[in-house]
């Protein structure tokens, strides 16, 4: 540890300078008295850890046996861990046993992981009494997630064991480890807790008790006594004490609510405290009433060769309630970690004090609390940390101090406003209003990367810290349509998973991106023309899972992402079933679709599709290539094996067509036309959605068209939504289609014997004569 003065003497220094300082300020001359410096330490009583006597794993790779995690050496201190055994599956589940002497008193564990494979998932404990450890009880089944992050188990009375078993039934990449596991003895000496509330009003030591003396407050070790008379005195800085002494309310647990959602993970860092540490640090925390619940502090920092970036997990130190002295083992900001169900009566608000000294203030801002920019640019300028937080409602940003000053050292609501409002949306659409944010309530966390472009992972989202210059201005968000394209996309990263399947993954989150872009009211949504799904399937004869030209791991996204978007259009835009994207995630929820299998998934997801609308989609998803048998392997984020047999596919129309067929022919609706803020494509003339509100216009009867050549061009076709080219009338086969009232066919589609129609939006096909 890196000491050059003892550390409550630190501490207390710097305390009594605050307090000599703000009495200045205050009173504008210097204290009467100045108390003198402490030479002892503040001793608080730490509970007792008790060693095993010994164990045994059922399965160890040589030389990473269970004795490792025991011998108070952590990995990243050199030490080596507990692992089963390497390059192969562990044979769940697996059994670690600990044994004690008998009648060992235990109150609470802690398993720490090694931040890697084998991190404990679900897992079941058992307890022994008897000298052979061999009448093991159950005691509680757990699931620590597979987290890069210590999980403690506190028994609810005190155990007198011989052993204690850990039958762990799951672990991360199908291994078990365990960096260390410690084993701990409440210390039931509370005399200083005692004598602290004989003063202060409660274990957290912000607020007095009536009628307290100055006798009593002499008689506390000085420190605290100190502490007392600047709280008496009103001598306590306000922006230190606005920070020190907080009340932090419970959030949900991100990993079992990215399961229960389909979605990743969420950040878990919700309850910032605006104070930094450096290493070997000796804090004083005072913890209020916990109500049982689990309290942690994390000091969260950076790392990274070939660029630095922001640490979404760190050291944990766990706290209990009463008096809790820690040493910091690196140094980082400080989060408080106090995830559980919200739903429990127990999930209170918890009260912290962070004693003065203990750590730097450096402050965040929050927009609940403190609500302007004015605050805002107050919190900044005083800031002294390398990352500043900003908490939203639904996003947090944890950004350089630096770039935040350079770029928004005035004014921030528009852009947390801004935020907020896309995670909204983007929420919206997978319809969890219901546990929202009753039952879920994490917050996304941004973070700003010093190299890298922008991307969504686990536990945060990642902005390259020279960019933030225009996220974080809404008129530059606003400025291009890229500029709410990319984080949109990347957070839709965060949302997609129960709509999507390999072959899928860029552009199915683009429905997210385009109802953003919609939201926004400004630049019209974005995806290839439909022209390009008619060469894919008639030209090139394309199935879904292959159509287009390849332009990002495997898949041509830009023709992808429309179809998506039709359906959005057709039933939000249009009316006709305005919760037709949230019933859909809903029913993908709870009848998921299964990543290792892309073709029963593109099946799964057309036959509940058209559950959510109520509709036979058959024609839909059947001009979108849904249906063409095939086997084949798709290359994105892995290789999967692609499988559609013609028995797939009729069970599928089987099951579709229960419903009644969609009142209007929406595979050819389109949302954009010329003179669009943003187009990006040639607009096209026919299929614009208001086509397909109200009542249907019918096509002219002087409907008419021209050829030269391969060029068809119409004439009096304005009421039509496409133009079909059929063999065999307007019932036969279909061998191509186009959206514009002159359009040159593909030299790959054979016209011979073709008739014209012209499409209405209720799916009625008029034949179009040729102009003689």
Not at 280 to 289: A, F, K, P
């Given at each position: 540890?890196?000491?050059?003065?003892?550390?409550?003497?630190?501490?207390?220094?710097?305390?009594?300078?605050?307090?000599?300082?703000?009495?200045?300020?205050?009173?504008?001359?210097?204290?009467?008295?100045?108390?003198?410096?402490?030479?002892?330490?503040?001793?608080?009583?730490?509970?007792?850890?008790?060693?095993?006597?010994?164990?045994?794993?059922?399965?160890?790779?040589?030389?990473?046996?269970?004795?490792?995690?025991?011998?108070?050496?952590?990995?990243?201190?050199?030490?080596?861990?507990?692992?089963?055994?390497?390059?192969?599956?562990?044979?769940?589940?697996?059994?670690?046993e600990?044994?004690?002497?008998?009648?060992?008193?235990?109150?609470?564990?802690?398993?720490?992981?090694?931040?890697?494979?084998?991190?404990?998932?679900?897992?079941?404990?058992?307890?022994?009494?008897?000298?052979?450890?061999?009448?093991?009880?159950?005691?509680?089944?757990?699931?620590?997630?597979?987290?890069n992050?210590?999980?403690?188990?506190?028994?609810?009375?005190?155990?007198?064991?011989?052993?204690?078993?850990?039958?762990?039934?799951?672990?991360?990449?199908?291994?078990?480890s365990?960096?260390?596991?410690?084993?701990?003895?409440?210390?039931?000496?509370?005399?200083?807790?005692?004598?602290?509330?004989?003063?202060?009003?409660?274990?957290?030591?912000?607020?007095?008790?009536?009628?307290?003396?100055?006798?009593?407050?002499?008689?506390?070790p000085?420190?605290?006594?100190?502490?007392?008379?600047?709280?008496?005195?009103?001598?306590?800085?306000?922006?230190?004490?606005?920070f020190?002494?907080?009340?932090?309310?419970?959030?949900?647990?991100?990993?079992?609510?990215?399961?229960?959602?389909?979605?990743?993970?969420?950040?878990?860092?919700?309850?910032?405290?605006?104070?930094?540490v450096?290493?070997?640090?000796?804090?004083?925390?005072?913890?209020?009433?916990?109500?049982?619940?689990?309290?942690?502090?994390?000091?969260?920092?950076?790392?990274?060769?070939?660029?630095?970036?922001?640490?979404?997990?760190?050291?944990?130190?766990?706290?209990?309630?009463?008096?809790?002295?820690?040493?910091?083992?690196?140094?980082?900001?400080?989060?408080?970690?106090?995830?559980?169900?919200?739903?429990?009566?127990?999930?209170?608000?918890?009260?912290?004090?962070?004693?003065?000294?203990?750590?730097?203030?450096?402050?965040?801002?929050?927009?609940?609390?403190?609500?302007?920019?004015?605050k805002?640019?107050?919190?900044?300028?005083?800031?002294?940390?390398?990352?500043?937080c900003?908490?939203?409602?639904?996003?947090?940003?944890?950004?350089?101090?630096?770039?935040?000053?350079?770029?928004?050292?005035?004014?921030?609501?528009?852009?947390?406003?801004?935020?907020?409002?896309?995670?909204?949306?983007?929420?919206?659409?997978?319809?969890?209003?219901?546990?929202?944010?009753?039952?879920?309530?994490?917050?996304?966390?941004?973070?700003?990367?010093?190299?890298?472009?922008?991307?969504?992972?686990d536990?945060?989202?990642?902005?390259?810290?020279?960019?933030?210059?225009?996220?974080?201005?809404?008129?530059?968000?606003?400025?291009?349509?890229?500029?709410?394209?990319?984080?949109?996309?990347?957070?839709?990263?965060?949302?997609?998973?129960?709509?999507?399947?390999?072959?899928?993954?860029?552009?199915?989150?683009?429905?997210?991106?385009?109802?953003?872009?919609?939201?926004?009211?400004?630049?019209?949504?974005?995806?290839?023309?439909?022209?390009?799904?008619?060469?894919?399937?008639?030209?090139?004869?394309?199935?879904?899972?292959?159509?287009?030209?390849?332009?990002?791991?495997?898949?041509?996204t830009?023709?992808?992402?429309?179809?998506?978007?039709?359906?959005?259009?057709?039933?939000?835009?249009?009316?006709?079933?305005?919760?037709?994207?949230?019933?859909?995630?809903?029913?993908?929820?709870?009848?998921?679709?299964?990543?290792?299998?892309?073709?029963?998934?593109?099946?799964?997801?057309?036959?509940?599709?058209?559950?959510?609308?109520?509709?036979?989609?058959?024609?839909?998803f059947?001009?979108?290539?849904?249906?063409?048998?095939?086997?084949?392997?798709?290359?994105?984020y892995?290789?999967?094996?692609?499988?559609?047999?013609?028995?797939?596919?009729?069970?599928?129309?089987?099951?579709m067509?229960?419903?009644?067929?969609?009142?209007?022919?929406?595979?050819?609706?389109?949302?954009?036309?010329?003179?669009?803020?943003?187009?990006?494509?040639?607009?096209?003339?026919?299929?614009?959605?208001?086509?397909?509100?109200?009542?249907?216009?019918?096509?002219?009867?002087?409907?008419?068209?021209?050829?030269?050549?391969r060029?068809?061009?119409?004439?009096?076709?304005?009421?039509?939504?496409?133009?079909?080219l059929?063999?065999?009338?307007?019932?036969?086969?279909?061998?191509?289609?186009?959206?514009?009232?002159?359009?040159?066919?593909?030299?790959?589609?054979?016209?011979?014997?073709?008739?014209?129609?012209?499409?209405?939006?209720?799916?009625?096909?008029?034949?179009?004569?040729?102009?003689?």
């Amino acid at each position: 540890m890196k000491k050059s003065l003892h550390h409550s003497t630190i501490i207390t220094l710097l305390f009594l300078l605050l307090l000599s300082v703000t009495a200045c300020k205050d009173t504008d001359e210097l204290p009467d008295e100045t108390p003198t410096v402490p030479d002892t330490d503040i001793a608080v009583v730490q509970d007792t850890v008790v060693k095993p006597t010994g164990g045994k794993a059922s399965e160890c790779q040589p030389g990473q046996d269970i004795d490792n995690t025991w011998d108070g050496k952590f990995s990243s201190d050199g030490g080596v861990p507990y692992h089963s055994v390497w390059n192969q599956s562990a044979v769940f589940p697996v059994t670690l046993e600990y044994y004690f002497e008998e009648g060992t008193e235990i109150d609470y564990l802690i398993y720490y992981t090694r931040s890697g494979n084998g991190n404990f998932g679900e897992l079941d404990l058992l307890i022994a009494t008897d000298a052979e450890h061999s009448d093991w009880k159950p005691y509680g089944s757990y699931n620590f997630r597979m987290q890069n992050a210590p999980s403690k188990i506190t028994f609810k009375e005190t155990q007198k064991l011989t052993g204690i078993r850990f039958v762990v039934k799951s672990g991360a990449g199908n291994f078990v480890s365990c960096d260390e596991m410690e084993f701990y003895r409440y210390n039931q000496q509370n005399d200083m807790e005692k004598q602290l509330l004989g003063v202060f009003s409660d274990i957290t030591c912000s607020g007095l008790k009536e009628g307290v003396t100055e006798k009593e407050i002499n008689a506390l070790p000085e420190y605290f006594a100190a502490l007392a008379k600047a709280l008496r005195d009103n001598t306590y800085d306000s922006h230190e004490r606005e920070f020190r002494i907080r009340t932090y309310a419970p959030y949900s647990i991100a990993e079992e609510w990215a399961e229960k959602l389909m979605t990743r993970k969420y950040g878990n860092l919700d309850n910032p405290t605006g104070i930094s540490v450096q290493e070997g640090d000796e804090i004083m925390v005072l913890v209020g009433d916990t109500h049982g619940q689990q309290i942690s502090l994390q000091s969260i920092w950076e790392s990274g060769e070939e660029y630095r970036q922001t640490n979404v997990s760190g050291d944990i130190y766990f706290l209990r309630p009463g008096v809790n002295k820690l040493t910091m083992r690196n140094q980082g900001q400080l989060f408080v970690m106090y995830n559980t169900d919200l739903t429990a009566p127990e999930a209170q608000p918890v009260k912290i004090h962070i004693l003065p000294g203990s750590g730097t203030v450096t402050g965040f801002f929050d927009l609940k609390e403190h609500q302007t920019d004015e605050k805002y640019a107050e919190l900044l300028s005083k800031a002294t940390h390398k990352y500043f937080c900003v908490r939203g409602e639904r996003i947090m940003f944890y950004f350089h101090t630096d770039k935040m000053r350079e770029f928004v050292p005035t004014q921030i609501l528009s852009a947390i406003h801004l935020w907020d409002d896309i995670i909204g949306w983007e929420q919206e659409l997978m319809g969890i209003e219901d546990v929202h944010p009753s039952q879920m309530n994490n917050h996304l966390f941004a973070i700003s990367p010093e190299g890298s472009y922008m991307w969504a992972t686990d536990y945060c989202i990642g902005f390259v810290h020279t960019y933030l210059n225009n996220i974080l201005l809404k008129e530059n968000v606003m400025a291009a349509k890229d500029n709410a394209w990319g984080p949109a996309h990347e957070i839709g990263h965060i949302h997609q998973a129960a709509i999507n399947w390999p072959g899928s993954t860029e552009s199915s989150n683009n429905l997210f991106s385009n109802y953003v872009l919609y939201r926004l009211g400004k630049y019209c949504s974005r995806g290839s023309e439909l022209d390009d799904l008619a060469d894919s399937r008639f030209v090139y004869h394309k199935a879904w899972y292959n159509m287009g030209d390849a332009t990002h791991q495997g898949e041509d996204t830009e023709i992808h992402m429309r179809m998506n978007w039709q359906l959005w259009n057709y039933y939000h835009r249009c009316g006709h079933k305005k919760d037709f994207w949230q019933t859909l995630f809903k029913l993908l929820r709870a009848d998921r679709i299964v990543e290792s299998d892309p073709g029963a998934a593109q099946l799964k997801f057309a036959m509940r599709a058209s559950e959510a609308a109520g509709e036979d989609l058959t024609d839909f998803f059947d001009l979108w290539g849904f249906f063409i048998p095939g086997e084949d392997t798709i290359d994105q984020y892995g290789t999967w094996n692609y499988r559609v047999t013609e028995a797939m596919i009729q069970e599928a129309k089987d099951y579709m067509k229960q419903f009644p067929k969609p009142k209007h022919a929406f595979q050819y609706i389109e949302d954009r036309k010329e003179g669009d803020t943003g187009l990006d494509i040639t607009a096209p003339d026919t299929g614009y959605y208001t086509q397909f509100e109200g009542d249907v216009k019918p096509v002219s009867t002087a409907v008419c068209h021209t050829v030269s050549g391969r060029t068809y061009t119409v004439t009096n076709g304005e009421n039509a939504v496409a133009f079909e080219l059929r063999k065999g009338g307007a019932d036969g086969e279909l061998v191509y289609f186009f959206n514009r009232f002159s359009y040159t066919i593909p030299e790959g589609v054979d016209l011979t014997g073709t008739g014209l129609f012209a499409v209405q939006a209720d799916g009625k096909r008029i034949e179009v004569p040729r102009q003689k």
